[in-house]
């Protein structure tokens, strides 16, 4: 792994392609074109958003899971 954390990445080249649409000297393609790449680097940041939250909501479940599951192997 690379340290790098998905969601900032994706972030950095959003801004970067929001960025090439903002200057307005671009070919009608070309325009089209990253207008697609920003629709996609959004879903994918929506998608790295959405499994952080379910992995966050997931965590505290599991931990109440694994000290219920301890208490009855040490009850009495």
Do not use: I, N, Y
Request: hydrophobic share 40%; net charge negative; with cysteine.
């Amino acid at each position: 792994m690379t340290g790098v954390d998905p969601l900032q990445d994706l972030t950095d080249r959003l801004e970067q392609t929001a960025a090439r649409l903002r200057t307005g000297d671009l070919e009608p393609e070309q325009a089209a074109r990253l207008v697609e790449d920003c629709a996609r680097l959004a879903g994918e940041a929506a998608s790295e958003l959405d499994r952080r939250v379910r992995a966050a909501a997931d965590a505290p479940a599991r931990g109440a899971a694994a000290s219920a599951g301890q208490g009855e192997l040490l009850a009495p």
